[in-house]
DNA sequence: CCTCCTAATGAACACGTGTCCAAAGATTCC
DNA sequence: GGAATCTTTGGACACGTGTTCATTAGGAGG
């Protein structure tokens, strides 16, 4: 019942020429006669012959596709990049396997051995939490797969990133906070001391520390980094943080999705904003300027960002440098109105 | 300086028997005595052996991989989807190829193209506005490729479909907007006549021209179906729609994207939702449960849909019965407070 | 002991491409 | 005019797997 497809034998046998022949019209038209070249064009073109990637990915060793692996798919931050490395890779060619990992190491091996197993010329990884990965990611790269890391990486990394500058993010947000009169100020996020530092929460710490804030109780302890319930484990520790006898008068949120839950229960709590409360979040996502008030937020220069991934990881696919590039980009912290003097009590 | 991988020969080698046994140990254990198959699960265990998917799909005539082309990756009514989908066919052993057609057939052709090359087992598609593909589609299907259609369908379509039942979906909202008392009800949204049936649309015009309601101005007829400035271009026409002498009364946003759009160009013009106008849109999108006032939504049963999808899909691929499946899910109507009846004036 | 059947293993081939080498014809140079 | 070089084309092989066929050993039945 399943027709075939053409293969380059059919063109060169339409054609009139042999098959490898055939294939120069594809790989290197200029050593052809011209009139050659244009026979075996209008062949291909008669039978819509189009090449066997999965024949072609064998002989030549690896697929003509890279992989995409982020933390969570449904976060936007990671749909604008897969959005736009998408354009990027198959511009040049390339196709695009993407799967998440929900920043476990368990889930993330999983994926990587299906990426492995198809050959993928190229991974760009959102790293798990965790480093439990770090040497089959080596032994994929010491195979000829380049890998680029995208969000967030392990201290001593071998491999190449692009990053924001967290810990300048998080840092200009607090002294935002503080600048304004705040010394209560809450870190909503994921906290890792120890098993997965968080740069988000390393530069919480160390901001809140130089301007000697209280933080001990402010920090959303509670929360783990399963990305599907983030949403209500933010609310959650959002209804908890306020409830305290002296509640924070300002609230960091880390994630565009974290940045749902603290608003959902600042509004169910009927809290009021700025007034009763300060709130800045990451993530510049359209409902952040469409609610109200609308949002004070840490916007990611997404667009260059993953562009900058994309270019990175073509070009040295195609000409392998084997140099680690590491690049970090600023935020942008966006005053909308969200932010402002605590009330005085 | 790339090592190479493992194989089979490698695998078989180090258990001392010959390469179809260590095969056997993969695709048919039972076949195998216990100790030899103790054998080969010890050297594969001890190599790290991954089966090389190029190879195998080149031998098998497919690869086991599916295709997902949706509309639009920003879209988070897609993105769900492709959350969801990408779990299902994981969990079977697949890896899912994506792009976007942003609803356009040259675009489509050209991701279609790769998907083909790749020799995908099964393609879930949005199809693109016009039926330019239908052939090649064919095509791909004659080849043993499955396809289902998601979201959209043309008129005659040979293929299985999982659909939202659209019109009931629009009449409903129209229904419930009219029997508030509005009589000037708009539709914002991409407008097709002709060339591009689109069913919301279809589904209006039904609705409003069985009530006798006026319509004629109140469609955005200065939509195009560009996804990427979909939001800008519900912004202008929700602009130009209140700015009419008989501005409607209310406003029905046929998508999650026209939505956002549409809230922000209300928000602008200072009017208030409900008093001044109602709205009601498409997808029950978290943010829209945030904004004052929380919207009315038309909600699709996106995780049904794709579990469907998904299901369908791999069951067709692992048995064909060539059977073609067409399913419509119910929309529900979500009412939280932004339609009210018109003010008199 | 011989035959027949089953269980268990091995060998050979094809999938369609990319790459390397060979061959033949045309052209240049001294 | 002959040798050397370039241009253009063809042939052979390998990539690692899945499949099909062949081979050997062992057990059951008479």
Same mark, same amino acid.
């Given at each position: ?54 024949? $072609? ?6 697929? !003509?596709?890279?992989? @995409?692996?982020? %933390? ?23 196709? @695009? ?14 994926? @990587? ?18 480093? !439990? ?6 032994? !994929?790269?010491?195979? %000829? ?30 002294? /935002? ?40 109780? /402010? @920090? ?14 933010? /609310? ?29 229960? !600042? ?17 510049? /996502? ?32 195609? $000409? ?24 005085? $009590?």
């Amino acid at each position: 019942m399943s027709s075939s497809m053409p293969t380059i034998h059919d063109v060169a046998a339409l054609a009139g020429v042999s098959p490898s022949t055939a294939k120069r019209a594809i790989h290197q038209p200029d050593k052809l006669a011209k009139e050659t070249l244009a026979k075996v064009l209008k062949a291909i073109d008669a039978l819509g012959y189009e090449p066997d990637q999965t024949a $072609s990915a064998l002989r030549r060793g690896r697929n !003509l596709s890279i992989g @995409l692996l982020v %933390g969570d798919i449904l976060e936007p931050f990671f749909t604008s990049l897969t959005h736009i490395i998408g354009q990027e890779v198959r511009a040049k060619g390339y196709s @695009l396997l993407i799967a998440d990992n929900q920043y476990q190491a368990d889930l993330e091996l999983q994926n @990587l051995k299906m990426f492995s197993g198809h050959k993928i010329s190229g991974l760009i990884i959102r790293p798990a939490y965790g480093n !439990l990965n770090a040497e089959y990611l080596k032994r !994929l790269e010491a195979r %000829g797969t380049i890998i680029i890391e995208i969000d967030y990486t392990h201290d001593n990394s071998p491999f190449s990133h692009i990053l924001l500058n967290n810990e300048q993010a998080v840092g200009e947000a607090v002294r /935002y906070l503080y600048d304004l009169g705040h010394e209560r100020i809450a870190f909503v996020g994921n906290h890792h001391t120890t098993e997965c530092p968080e740069e988000r929460h390393k530069g919480f710490l160390q901001t809140v520390k130089a301007l000697s804030l209280p933080y001990e109780n /402010y @920090l959303a302890k509670d929360m783990s980094n399963l990305s599907s319930v983030v949403e209500h484990q933010a /609310y959650d520790a959002t209804i908890r943080l306020m409830q305290l006898s002296q509640a924070p008068t300002a609230l960091v949120s880390i994630s565009g999705m974290c940045g749902v839950g603290v608003f959902r229960a !600042l509004k169910e709590l009927k809290l009021r904003i700025p007034e009763d409360v300060s709130l800045i979040t990451f993530d510049n /996502y359209p409902w952040t300027n469409l609610v109200s008030p609308p949002l004070d937020v840490i916007e990611q220069p997404v667009e260059v960002m993953a562009k900058t991934t994309a270019e990175l990881l073509l070009s040295e696919i195609e $000409s392998p440098t084997k140099a680690i590039t590491k690049k970090r980009f600023p935020a942008k912290l966006i005053r909308r109105g969200s932010c402002a003097p605590p009330k005085k $009590s």
